[in-house]
């Protein structure tokens, strides 16, 4: 396997056009049956491995690792820090990286719902257009592809209005993940609205995203608006030979419901203090 | 106990055989894997392959020793059917090898491995010509005098293939030695059987090939298997090179084998509270070579039945050929499968009775002096149950549990038993040699191997306490055949009662000759200590030089008639999401009675590992096989396991009954602790939500679909009616 590194745009781009691929921790890309021929790593370019904080936003380099986030999130969104405990163990989060794990695009994914619910943005540079952009996360779309490269990862700033929890239902922890469930609350300042996102993978080829925004938010009303929709969803259901797909779905309705259940006080509260 | 080879473990010298394999240069050797079967593959371009840079050997299945042999490495002969060639004119499982390749580099190899053109002829009808209805062995055992018929469908079982997932994969090595003999370098636990089963594939006296074992990092019976042994030396052979190979995780989905699958049925008649007969039927899938099938299958009766005492015992069953991958030896060997069935039977029973399952086991349990063999009329008594009352182990596992105790919500406990033997009954060898070297070291040289269960440290303890010397003198030196300390191998849960056995009577025999040596040199005052006032380094130099040259050898052989039967009791504590059907181990508690524990931290961790392995087995592993023969589960991320941060809190009670005749008492305690896991989770399940899981693994969907079910969740049928 040849093995280089680049720390500047040209040399990466270099190495996209002689079909280098990207390497994060490894932990996908090295695998027993994967054999890869040639690969760039990115650890030298600057701040690559840190998490800096701007006014209104936070910026992850291309080689942070999960454990890296998940210490930062402890402080600044523990709904993450929590959700990211539960993916893979210690030794995994330790080489792993969150550009890696996102990059790895996976229907199973437990790092994207969380990450698309934060809003994040990524900044990709292709082997076809050297002008680096940022670009919402999103499961599908020009982010991805082995010509890609994510430079840096954009969270924008939270507020004390702002909640993330993170569901996961699996088979055994490190494998055969049956659904994965995060649910965001955002409330507005101006109206008491209160936004209601969530994204849920596992169950269908592709993270289903579901919304409500109401004001009050009753419960009963919110369980049957998301579950209605995801009842309409119109995609086909991963329907392995680890769990059925009806079960699948059945898991994905109880898994909002209880995310729903578990903050349904911290609204009412937060406006108060507001 | 002080782990006195810390230090020569953590050096860098070559332990694994991968370490033996990434130092030496030689060919790599690779398997042109079938894509389908069963069928007659036929590579259209073989002389093209031949060709290719750096390809040494191309050999197909004409062109093997047409010997056929078995890779169950169990003594000869072997129970099982001589049913496979090196490379089989038929190719049965996928993954089989088509073609054996030796090349040069890797990169060599996966040139060759990607141009091969391969047709395939199918083929319909049976598996193997000599089984025209893929039935490899059926049986009817009924022993004891019929009380009439057993009614009722008793309780059935399905249990799944699982994968022994050991850490370290099958590697090998292999070379003609200047003289011509053949040299293995492999990690196996029976290097005496590699030696035998390799010579009958390369047709070949045994003597003319020497293994030496490593170190093992992983077998749980999987190495129990001869599998790439005459792979390598074929090609060896072939090219007269060195030559190695390391199969890949993958590939030990595929190549490797699995725990038998099975459907079991057990029944029983009763009279008011008392046993009067059990029947157990058993329905084993061997894959499409016969291996272990048969003797594993018997065991599903061996290591269940007898716990029970009843005048009649009816076992009937059938091992069958098909296709997807070949079963073969896993630690608990029928065991788990039996277990599953018996035990789940016993808690229905107690169930339909209105009775406490514990009660009503305890009614029934063999007691001291009961035989084990109660499907041998002739000689059931030759083997008899030694040990601690095992009411009184259920006692102490049910206080600890706290099993009066009210449940939680959803929250239930779950009993089950299971025994093994210490040894292959009336079927085991084993020679150790333990000499005192110059320096007053005593090497003890035996054919088992360490495979990270502690076999150096039980074998030292043994001689220490026999010759009464520090165990920092002694040195073990496994595994080697050329050593000459023949031995069946490390299976069995052998190595402490019959390796052991045999290394104490070595060095009982070395402690005479010390105690004659000191007799004949000259009398020291200071007449301190066990040798009359010599050190253990004088009476090396004494045996050796001096007036009184006379070595200190002992050889030892352990040919043992008894296998105690080590028992282990367990309760399982789960918690089970009504909503979802998730199941949440809460704790464990494991009784155990191994005899004499020689090394009680050892013997914790063989019980701990034991229960990791049987909970996976009970909540989630599985070796998916498609209609065709496909593994569907070729990685660990598709094959669900458990990690380590999956385990609940575990609690070990170990009883400490000497065993007569085993060395200080021990019995074994390997594998006794793996059966009673999935049945004392189901047990559990039932408790806690009533309702019964009788097909392995237990997973959260199975629990919700039977909940649904039994109408238990009303959240659950309201969705069910809204799919319908
Ligand atoms: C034992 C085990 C347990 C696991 N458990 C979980 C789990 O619980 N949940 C879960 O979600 N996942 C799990 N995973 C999957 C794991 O998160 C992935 O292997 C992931 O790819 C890890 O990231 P990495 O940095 O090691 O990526 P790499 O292996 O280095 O790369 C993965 C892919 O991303 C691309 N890539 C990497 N960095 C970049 C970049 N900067 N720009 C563009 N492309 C890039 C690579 O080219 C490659 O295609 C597990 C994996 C293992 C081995």
Known sequence: MQWIEASTLDELQSALVQGYRVIGGGTGLLGDENPVEKVVDIRRFPDANQIVEYPSRWQLGPVVTLTHLQAWAKNHVPGLADGLNRLGTPVLRNLATVAGRLANREPTSDLYPMMRLLGTEVLVMSREDPQPRWMLLEYEGPLYGANRVWLALRIPRSTKRRRMVFEKITKARLNGSIVNGAVSWQQSVANGQIHVQMVISGVFEIPCHLSVCSKPLDLATKIRAQWQAFQQMGWVPIDDFRASAAYRAHVAGVVLERLLKTQSGFFESSLEEA | ????????????????????????????????????????????????????????????????????????????????????????????????????????????????????????????????????????????????????????????????????????????????????????????????????????????????????????????????????????????????????????????????????????????????????????????????????????????????????????????????????????????????????????????????????????????????????????????????????????????????????????????????????????????????????????????????????????????????????????????????????????????????????????????????????????????????????????EELAEASFYGPHRRPVVGLGVAAPEQSPAPVAVLVAHVHVDSDIGQVTVQRLVAGVDVGHPINPIAVQGQIEGALAQGLGYALCEEVHVSDEGHVLTQSLRDYAYLSAMEMPPITVILTDTPDPDGPMGAKSAGEVAVAPVAPAIANAIYDAVGVRVRDLPITAQKVWQQMAQSQKSWATCELIKQQD
């Open chain 2, 1 to 536: 106990m002080e782990r006195v080879e810390r230090r020569w473990s953590l050096s860098a010298q070559a332990r694994y055989a991968v370490d033996w394999i990434d130092r030496t240069p030689g060919l790599v050797a690779g398997v042109l894997e079938a894509h389908r079967v069963p069928a007659v593959p036929h590579v259209t371009n073989l002389e093209e392959l031949r060709g290719l840079p750096g390809i040494h050997a191309v050999v197909t299945a004409t062109e093997v020793p047409a010997t056929r042999f078995t890779t169950a490495g169990q003594p000869h002969k072997e129970p099982s059917p001589y049913d496979m060639a090196i490379i089989n004119r038929v190719v049965r499982y996928m993954g089989e090898p088509v073609a054996l390749i030796a090349a040069q580099t890797q990169d060599d190899l996966r040139r060759c491995l990607d141009r091969a053109i391969v047709e395939y002829h199918g083929l319909d009808g049976p598996l193997h010509a000599s089984c025209p209805d893929n039935v490899l062995a059926r049986w009817s055992t009924h022993i004891g005098e019929s009380m009439g018929p057993i009614a009722g469908d008793g309780t059935m079982v399905t249990v799944q293939r699982q994968s022994h997932l050991q850490l370290e994969p099958h590697a090998s090595m292999a070379m003609i030695e200047p003289g011509g003999r053949l040299v293995l370098w492999t990690t196996t636990q029976v290097p005496y059987h590699v030696r035998r089963i390799v010579a009958r594939a390369l047709e070949c006296p045994a003597s003319q090939i020497r293994v030496v074992a490593t170190d093992v990092g992983g077998g749980f019976g999987s190495k129990q298997e001869v599998i790439v042994e005459p792979w390598v030396a074929l090609l060896a052979r072939l090219t007269g090179r060195v030559v190695k190979m390391q199969l890949s995780r993958r590939q030990e989905f595929l190549l490797g084998r699995t725990r038998h699958s099975a459907t079991l049925r057990v029944a029983s008649l009763w009279n008011g509270q008392n046993l009067s007969a059990m029947h157990l039927e058993v329905d084993v899938i061997t894959g499409p070579y016969g291996g272990h099938g048969s003797s594993v299958a018997h065991n599903m009766a061996l290591k269940t039945l007898p716990f029970y005492r009843c005048p009649r015992y009816e076992f009937d069953g059938q091992v069958r050929y098909a296709v997807g991958p070949v079963a073969g030896a896993f630690r608990g060997y029928g065991g788990p499968q039996g277990a599953m069935a018996v035990e789940t039977h016993w808690d229905e029973v107690a169930r339909r009775m209105g009775m406490d399952p514990a009660a009503l086991r305890i009614g029934s349990l063999m007691q001291e002096g009961d035989p084990l063999d109660v499907l041998d009329p002739i000689n059931d008594r030759r083997r008899v149950f030694r040990g601690d009352p095992i009411q009184d182990l259920i006692q102490k596992c049910l206080d600890a549990a706290e099993w009066s105790a009210p449940r939680g919500l959803n929250e239930g406990l779950g009993l089950a038993l299971s025994m093994q033997a210490s040894g292959v009954p009336q079927a085991e060898l084993a020679m150790v040699r333990v000499v005192l070297q110059e320096d007053g070291m005593l090497w003890v040289t035996t054919g088992a191997v360490d495979m990270g269960q502690g076999a150096r440290e039980v074998l030292r303890s043994i001689v220490a306490d026999a010759v009464g010397i520090s165990p920092r003198g002694i040195r073990i030196v496994p595994g080697d055949t050329d050593l000459e300390a023949f031995d069946y191998g490390t299976y069995a849960s052998s190595t402490t009662f019959v390796t052991g056995s045999a290394a104490q009577k070595a060095a009982q025999q070395v402690k005479r000759q010390l105690q004659d040596l000191v007799d004949i040199l000259p009398w020291r005052s200071k007449s301190q200590g066990p040798w009359g006032g010599y050190t253990i």
